[in-house]
């Protein structure tokens, strides 16, 4: 992976990490993610828990789904986003707009 690529990672993941303490948790995502758009929130099926842990699964670790996302983890996630795509610039400016970095 590109350094470009990598560092935007990293921006996004220390956006998250509102804490600083190097993991992102629940409490980092209060405020930063809006779980009342998720669909599964709408019509009752999930509470806001239960779509912030869904949230971070997506990223967690397979082998350890401890609820908290390292940043080792996040870049593991986004490795494999980066592999299906060519462009350093296109992915650079794809993270940035997801992320509003």
């Given at each position: 992976m590109s350094n470009a690529r990598r560092q935007v990672i990293i921006e996004a993941f220390h956006k998250m990490d509102k804490t600083g303490d190097g993991k992102i948790t629940i409490e980092d995502l209060k405020g930063v993610y809006n779980p009342k758009s998720h669909q599964k929130y709408k019509n009752g099926e999930w509470n806001e828990r239960q779509v912030f842990q869904h949230f971070l699964e997506n990223f967690d670790s397979p082998n350890n789904k401890d609820g908290?996302?390292?940043e080792e983890e996040f870049l593991n996630y986004y490795?494999?986003?980066?592999?299906?795509?060519?462009s350093d610039a296109y992915f650079?400016?794809?993270?940035k707009n997801e992320w509003k970095i």
């Open positions: 908290q996302v390292t490795s494999g986003v980066s592999a299906s795509i060519d650079v400016v794809m993270m």
